[in-house]
């Protein structure tokens, strides 16, 4: 079973933040958040992941409570491209595969 | 990061029969995965394919119905046999390797429909 809890959909409008939040309550010391997304009719695509520290990058954000036990992926500004699923996955890096979740929808509203 | 070119795109196949996904990474990997995405549902992982050896299937998949080849590090084929309306899904195969350290790659998937 998937480690997270994710809402089910969000909408956010263009040109502002997005924040996809995520629980992960039961998190180990060792495993990291990984975000990935899936835009529709293709293949899920890497964002960004961290450990304890938040972390950014060209896509995203990624802010992870001091108790580790929930974090939030911002897009800073979203567009409509944007429109996807957002998977919120936790895992050991060195572990071999990944279990996805319900995941977020988020749109994007014009 | 390696690049995934997966075929067909998409089929629609009789029931009863049976479809061969091929998947063909640019570079050498250990391991490559199948997932199966159900219409409207997220990814379920179908099987972990390791070259030289038998693939390795999450519980609710079996081997008689999903079975894989992995004849080298670079490609692996997944076969949906014997097919029914419920295998109607998209099959995406995905690598280790990707943006990100121990980020995944995937396939843009075979989008299956069966009638």
């Known amino acids: 079973d998937a480690k997270t809890t994710q809402p089910p959909s969000m909408d956010c409008a263009e040109g502002r933040a997005a924040n996809l939040p995520c629980n992960h309550s039961?998190?180990?010391?060792?495993?990291?958040v990984y975000w990935y997304r899936q835009i529709h009719s293709q293949g899920p695509q890497y964002i960004i992941h961290?450990?304890?520290n938040n972390e950014t990058n060209e896509m995203a954000s990624l802010i992870i409570t001091e108790d580790r036990k929930s974090s939030t992926l911002i897009l800073p500004h979203a567009t409509l491209r944007d429109t996807a699923v957002y998977y919120c996955?936790?895992?050991?890096?060195?572990?071999?595969?990944?279990?996805f979740g319900k995941g977020t929808r988020l749109h994007i509203l014009p | 990061s390696a690049v995934i070119s997966q075929k067909p795109s998409r089929d629609i196949c009789q029931r009863g029969t049976s479809l061969t996904i091929q998947c063909q990474v640019d570079?050498?990997?250990?391991?490559m995965f199948w997932y199966r995405q159900q219409p409207g549902q997220s990814l379920t992982l179908i099987a972990t394919?390791?070259?030289?050896?038998?693939?390795?299937?999450e519980s609710g998949f079996v081997i008689d119905k999903f079975p894989i080849s992995r004849p080298n590090l670079t490609f692996s084929t997944l076969t949906v046999s014997n097919m029914s309306p419920e295998d109607s899904s998209i099959y995406l195969c995905?690598?280790?390797?990707?943006?990100?350290?121990?980020?995944?790659?995937f396939g843009s998937g075979t989008r299956l429909t069966v009638v």
């Open positions: 961290g450990l304890k």
């Open positions: 996955i936790v895992r050991v890096p060195r572990d071999d595969k990944i279990i």
């Open positions: 394919a390791n070259q030289g050896s038998e693939a390795t299937y």
């Open positions: 570079s050498q990997v250990t391991m």
């Open positions: 039961t998190i180990s010391g060792n495993e990291y």
């Open positions: 995905s690598v280790r390797g990707g943006e990100g350290r121990y980020g995944y790659t």
